[in-house]
């Protein structure tokens, strides 16, 4: 996807096609196991979201680095929606609600990591099984926001593909 | 679900049919070839249909049957899998759920209705 003839150039680019195939990998090879327990889907989705959080921390120590501080949790929130998603996706979230005391909800109309999700005419059973790949992204979230000074927990739904939401409950203090 | 094609057999039967004909012509074709890496077989055309064949280097095939009177159909077949078959089958997340609940990755909604929508786009459909 680079403009830059591959090997000729000398800033350092990875296609984003090689990105996007870790991200499914991970999540599948997180779901293998022996057994199929509701314990394995559970402990696959605390490890996921786990590798997203210490992600998340990282990335936005990169992202901010040039940044003024923040003023309060409402612009921490804010420049997840812009910044951080545009750093990660390259789009903004799409709609952001909250409700003043702590808790805000984040809508994005086409999550990129399921933009290419697809399956044999059942919706729902598509609904279902996107969810496993959501632990990853909430994990980059809670991470930012923990680095940020935020203590949140992170909550992400899928209604229909490609869109997915994402609830975030600010830890009273 | 079994459609049938124009023909009156299963799409399944006729699947077969095409991969042995196509696989026996591929051999043929590159044996006889005088020149080594040539492109070998590319489409065989009959009174009443053209069949165009692509071979992708990891051996995936594609195989699109039209009117006798069509050109190349190759560049098209190229976009099919570039632009296509790689977006919609391979970068599907759920497809190696879908391969073990039994459904073939080629089976999905993504795929068919951009497949569906690029070949109405093609000049000479109708």
């Given at each position: 996807m680079a403009t830059a003839v591959l090997g000729q150039d000398e800033r350092p680019l990875v296609a984003e096609a090689s990105l996007d195939f870790l991200v499914v990998e991970m999540v599948d090879l997180m779901h293998r196991s022996p057994t199929d327990t509701e314990m394995d889907k559970e402990a696959a989705y605390f490890k996921l979201e786990n590798l997203g959080y210490q992600l998340g921390m990282a990335m936005v120590e990169r992202i901010t680095k040039d940044r003024p501080r923040f003023l309060d949790n409402l612009d921490v929130v804010k420049f997840i929606c812009k910044d951080f998603w545009i750093a990660l996706f390259?789009?903004?979230?799409?709609n952001l609600k909250t409700n003043h005391r702590g808790v805000y909800v984040l809508t994005d109309n086409n999550f990129r990591w399921f933009s290419r999700m697809s399956g044999d005419g059942a919706g729902a059973e598509i609904s279902r099984q996107a969810f496993a790949h959501l632990a990853f992204p909430c994990g980059l979230i809670r991470g930012a926001l923990g680095n940020l000074g935020v203590t949140t927990v992170v909550i992400g739904e899928v209604s229909t593909i490609p869109q997915c939401t994402f609830q975030i409950k600010i830890a009273k203090p | 679900m079994q459609a049938t094609g124009a023909t009156g057999m299963s799409l399944e039967e006729e699947a077969k049919l095409v991969y042995g004909v196509v696989f026996s012509l591929r051999n043929l074709v590159s044996k006889l070839s005088?020149?080594?890496g040539s492109d070998g077989f590319i489409s065989y055309r009959t009174s009443t249909y053209k069949l165009h064949y692509f071979e992708t280097p990891t051996g995936l095939k594609f195989v699109l049957n039209t009117?006798?009177?069509?050109?190349?159909m190759r560049e098209a077949l190229r976009t099919i899998y570039g632009q296509i078959y790689v977006e919609y089958v391979v970068k599907n997340p759920l497809m190696r759920q879908l391969t073990q609940s039994?459904?073939?990755?080629?089976?999905?909604d993504l795929f068919r209705g951009n497949l569906q929508r690029f070949v109405r786009s093609l000049p000479g459909f109708e």
């Open positions: 390259k789009k903004q979230i799409d | 005088a020149k080594p009117d006798p009177h069509m050109e190349s039994g459904v073939h990755p080629v089976q999905n």
